[in-house]
């Protein structure tokens, strides 16, 4: 069966630096992936998804993340944190039946 | 992408009691899906509901707690039956295309 696993449950970084939050995935066969970001009190919003046809995907808000075969990752990028990108971020696999598994969330705080 | 309402946004209920949340789709969908988010916690999926046939319940849910009904390709009821302290959760409806998963706004449902 498919799943994701988030290796953080919380990543602190400064203002102006590079984020990264990590997701490994566990499938038998090429996934649909996707990271959602979920702020306090707001609703789900999709960030980027990955369907094999790249295997760097762009999101908005300056997202980026990386599908790695080899490493079976799907790590979540960005170059420089805002005071905005606090939030809960959720690693998510496409599994049989169009249903959507999520992973246990990264909570990010950006650190003025 | 899709516009999905739900109401209500926010209840409080007694113990013992029902609630009927409504998920409303701004386009036609074959399947539509509702997660469970218990309190600092990931979101679980509940059912997937398809038009015209029975709800499909995941592992350790079932119909009798959580009926749901699928009248018509762009709506959805999801019913938390004889409630308990313990199903104080969010609760989204969600439907899939091909760009990702889109989800509601989300039921907050406290249940005293």
């Known amino acids: 069966a498919q799943s994701v696993t988030q290796l953080d449950s919380h990543v602190s970084v400064s203002e102006g630096t590079p984020v990264l939050l990590r997701c490994n995935y566990s499938s038998s066969y090429s996934p649909s992936l996707f990271w959602y970001v979920q702020h306090p009190n707001k609703g789900l919003q999709l960030l980027l998804k990955?369907?094999?046809?790249?295997?760097l995907v762009k999101g908005i808000n300056g997202f980026e993340a990386e599908f790695k075969k080899s490493e079976t990752s799907f790590h979540l990028t960005k170059p420089s944190a805002h005071m905005s990108d606090a939030a809960e971020y959720f690693c998510?696999?496409?599994?049989?039946?169009?249903?959507?598994?999520f992973g246990e969330g990264t909570q990010l705080t950006v650190n003025p | 992408s899709a516009v999905i309402s739900q109401k209500p946004s926010r209840d409080i209920c007694q113990r013992g009691t029902s609630l009927t949340i409504q998920c409303q789709v701004d386009?036609?969908?074959?399947?539509m899906f509702w997660y469970r988010q218990q309190p600092g916690q990931s979101l679980t999926l509940i059912a997937t509901?398809?038009?015209?046939?029975?709800?499909?319940?995941e592992s350790g849910f079932v119909i009798d707690k959580f009926p749901i009904s699928r009248p018509n390709l762009t709506f959805s009821t999801l019913t938390v039956s004889n409630m308990s302290p313990e199903d104080s959760s969010i609760y989204l409806c969600?439907?899939?295309?091909?760009?990702?998963?889109?989800f509601g706004p989300g039921t907050r449902l406290t249940v005293l």
């Open positions: 386009s036609q969908v074959t399947m």
């Open positions: 969600s439907v899939l295309f091909s760009g990702g998963g889109f």
């Open positions: 990955y369907t094999s046809a790249a295997t």
């Open positions: 509901a398809n038009q015209g046939s029975e709800a499909t319940y």
């Open positions: 998510v696999v496409e599994t049989s039946g169009s249903r959507l598994t």
